[in-house]
């Protein structure tokens, strides 16, 4: 309590009206005073996370540059990607894992597509990922290789699209999944991007390559003379394709010339092309000669199949397509396994074992290899191929 003389000499305490004033004053000084502190804590931070900052960029490399290696012999191959903005994260995971494992020694160019513009942002970053002098176009697909076509009965799609979804059927609801598997069963290696390739590599986002890759796949497609390169195959949801295997048959009925002699009968029906095994390789990884998918052969089992609607009634899949193709229109040695790239795609990965595992720096377990799995097929695939 502060007491004070008055003008009679008196002593007198402080009336509450003045302490109360005090008191404000003494918050007031308080407040005033926190905020400094605050203010200057602020600016000293601020000030020590720039010389922090500073330091760290003054410590960065310039930004990496593709390393110029001798001259390879370089195969008339691409890298591609169909992916979506969205999908930037898991398309910066498996570049950097194509190329760490494999493109840094080759340099073979990269094509993205999507259906709608890649973002600046996308581009920057997927090109920046790559390195300064990395090969790469981000290309649009034309509506017209894309969209569900007119001639295709909506209320029937749709209702075939509510049934699925009703049955629990993957991506059953979709039409843009329908449009990405017909655009990639009949349709990427129409681009015009594509047409000055033979071969093509397809890389999806966030999978892994799991061991290093010493030599030139493409190189092997040629130098043997193979037509389909894959890594993982398995069984098809029956629910997606009831009807796929009907108009199989009845292509091969109407175009027996388009039919190979020495095809992979054997692997795609066990009950000697009565009914369909579902057995199909994996498209997310596929090694193929873009001339076969252009030939005569395979463009009029595209045409066949797409005019039965079965993209959009039923959800045929782009790895059933691929594989009864390559299957019954191309000789059965001409598909080929590569065993040494190990790969991961969702929870199925493939893995090489023994000196293999080993010249790969492999990083996976090869007896969760899915190649020993009763869901996959291909020791179906070697069983009816010959040693070449
Ligand atoms: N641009 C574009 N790309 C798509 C679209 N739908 C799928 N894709 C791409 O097509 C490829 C296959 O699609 P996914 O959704 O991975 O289909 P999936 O591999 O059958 O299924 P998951 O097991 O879920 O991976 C991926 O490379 C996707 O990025 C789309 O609508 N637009
Ligand atoms: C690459 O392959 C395509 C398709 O077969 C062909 O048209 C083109 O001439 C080839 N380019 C070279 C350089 O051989
Ligand atoms: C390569 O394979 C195709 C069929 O896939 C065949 O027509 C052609 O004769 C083969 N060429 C050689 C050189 O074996
Ligand atoms: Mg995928």
Redesign the pocket.
């Known amino acids: 309590m502060v007491e004070y003389v008055n003008l009679d000499g008196a002593r007198v305490t402080a009336p509450l009206r003045s302490r109360k004033a005090r008191r404000r004053a003494l918050c007031l000084l308080l407040v005033v005073l926190t905020a400094f502190a605050t203010l200057l804590s602020n600016v000293t931070w601020f000030y020590l996370k720039k010389q922090v900052y500073d330091y760290l960029l003054s410590q960065t490399p310039t930004p990496r540059t593709a390393p110029v290696h001798p001259p390879v012999q370089r195969e008339n191959a691409t890298l591609l990607m169909l992916c979506r903005n969205e999908d930037l994260a898991g398309v910066l995971y498996s570049v950097q894992q194509v190329e760490d494992r494999f493109n840094r020694n080759y340099h073979y160019p990269w094509i993205f597509f999507n259906d709608v513009p890649f973002h600046e942002q996308f581009k920057t970053r997927v090109t920046e990922a790559l390195g300064k002098g990395a090969d790469v176009t981000f290309a649009l697909i034309p509506p017209e290789m894309w969209n569900q076509p007119d001639w295709i009965d909506e209320k029937k799609a749709k209702a075939s699209r509510q049934k699925m979804v009703a049955d629990d059927v993957p991506y059953g609801g979709s039409v843009s999944y329908r449009n990405m598997c017909r655009f990639n069963s009949g349709f990427f290696y129409r681009h015009e991007l594509l047409q000055d390739y033979r071969y093509y590599w397809r890389v999806e986002p966030e999978v892994d390559y799991l061991c290093d890759i010493n030599y030139d796949p493409f190189t092997v497609m040629r130098e043997k003379?193979k037509?389909y390169g894959f890594t993982l195959s398995l069984y098809e949801h029956k629910s997606t394709v009831p009807t796929l295997w009907d108009a199989v048959k009845e292509f091969s009925k109407l175009y027996p010339q388009h039919v190979h002699p020495d095809n992979a009968m054997k692997f795609l029906s066990w009950t000697g092309g009565h009914t369909y095994s579902l057995c199909h390789f994996w498209t997310n990884f596929e090694i193929a000669d873009l001339d076969f998918w252009r030939g005569e052969a395979y463009s009029a089992f595209f045409e066949f199949l797409d005019h039965k609607g079965g993209f959009y009634y039923e959800r045929w899949g782009d790895a059933p397509v691929h594989s009864i193709g390559a299957g019954l229109l191309?000789?059965k040695d001409?598909i080929h396994f590569f065993y040494d790239i190990g790969y991961r795609h969702t929870n199925a990965h493939h893995c090489p074992s023994g000196n293999v595992w080993a010249a790969g720096r492999c990083a996976c377990d090869p007896k969760t290899s899915f190649d020993h799995s009763s869901y996959s097929c291909t020791d179906r695939l070697l069983g009816i191929q010959g040693n070449g």
């Open positions: 003379n037509t191309a000789p001409s």
